[in-house]
């Protein structure tokens, strides 16, 4: 398969006619109307050449995770539902796409399709359409959420340390509770990734004074500011051990897949906070719950599972000093204009024949 991809050719856009432009997603997620639109016009006025159109293509939440798993993405075909008449006719004509999900098999249902622009920063979902055979680019969204994910990383943080979750269960039962907190001045907390999401999150913890760990594949990529010590990946559990909270923004990959498992948690130090905001698949969540249940961890904070939605009667939501969210971390409000600023940016290079910003590596998988 490796090398099927690498003798791909790209897809390029046509020298002459018009070029399509496809918005698969739903408009109303940009929020306000007027700014939605405004935005789809200044589209059509990078180049006289443009068409953009809007016809939504969406895919079951259970699909979209089924396929975001590298595993079992070709298993999930049986649950894919036929195109409509003008889905198919869009992909038969378009040259470029923004789209969460795209069908099987694009290579044939868009001959013409040479660049894709992801809605998020994870595009497992997208690369099982088969881009990589077909030659057809992709970019992800990285960035356009980093700091209202980075955010939210923050709130979990303070929520633990500081016990917020007792004081509003004590306050509910109108007991008075004094329990006191801890000070994320004196901790030291680990990045794992150290994509935009992370690098938002260490600037932030910078500026509560603590000490910020990171663990990356490139230990020799450019710095990041607000991180003291970086790791490779080989010498995660050192880290770990270091750390009294551990924050996961790692994208799907092989190597990623599982990569937090119950000896990761048990070097992790007793009573620390893990956190994970980047894809459930890379924990082993059977481990974690053991390392919650025997008292070792004190906490976790989910915002992805390996399963989405998590099923009702999951073992994780009766694990204890658990606080699940159902994938949301982002500021949809914040991240569409910063979406679509990356969208009209790219479109342009994309048209000028220049370098894309985000490009994922279809060969490694980010």
């Not at 008449?85 to 868009?110: S, T």
């Not at 008075?176 to 999150?201: D, M």
Request: hydrophobic share 50%; aromatic share 6%; with cysteine.
């Amino acid at each position: 398969m490796v090398a099927q991809r690498e003798r791909a050719v790209t897809r390029r856009l046509p020298a002459e006619g018009p070029i399509v432009v496809g918005i698969l997603h739903p408009l109303s997620w940009y929020g306000d109307e007027r700014e939605a639109a405004a935005a789809v016009d200044a589209l059509r006025a990078l180049d006289d050449r443009l068409q953009v159109e809007c016809v939504e293509y969406l895919e079951a939440h259970d699909l979209r995770t089924a396929r975001g798993n590298a595993a079992g993405a070709d298993a999930a075909r049986s649950m894919a539902q036929p195109l409509t008449a003008e889905q198919a006719d869009l992909f038969q004509r378009a040259h470029a796409m923004i789209a969460l999900d795209l069908p099987y098999d694009i290579g044939q249902l868009a001959p013409h399709l040479a660049w894709v622009q992801g809605v998020g920063a994870g595009t497992g979902q997208l690369q099982s359409a088969g881009l990589a055979d077909a030659g057809i680019r992709l970019t992800n969204a990285a960035g356009t959420n980093a700091v209202a994910i980075a955010e939210f990383v923050i709130g979990r943080i303070l929520e633990f340390a500081k016990r917020f979750a007792e004081l509003a269960h004590a306050q509910r039962e109108g007991r008075w509770l004094s329990a006191y907190g801890s000070e994320i001045s004196q901790w030291t907390v680990g990045l794992v990734g150290l994509g935009n999401i992370n690098a938002a999150v260490a600037s932030r913890l910078a500026a509560f004074g603590v000490t910020v760990l990171g663990a990356r594949r490139n230990v020799d990529a450019d710095a990041v500011a607000g991180v003291d010590q970086v790791y490779p990946i080989s010498r995660l559990n050192d880290m770990l051990a270091r750390c009294d909270a551990v924050v996961a923004a790692v994208p799907e990959t092989a190597d990623s897949i599982g990569l937090f498992g119950a000896k990761q948690f048990a070097v992790m130090k007793r009573d620390a906070l893990f956190v994970n905001i980047g894809r459930g698949s890379a924990v082993d969540e059977m481990a974690l719950i053991g390392a919650l249940e025997s008292g070792h961890l004190g906490g976790a904070a989910l915002d992805v599972a390996s399963e989405e939605p998590l099923p009702a009667g999951h073992p994780l939501w009766s694990a204890p000093n658990v606080a699940i969210s159902g994938h949301c971390a982002a500021s949809p409000a914040a991240m569409f204009p910063n979406l679509y600023r990356l969208f009209a940016d790219n479109l342009a290079r994309l048209l000028r024949g220049d370098s894309l910003r985000n490009e994922v590596d279809l060969n490694r998988g980010y």
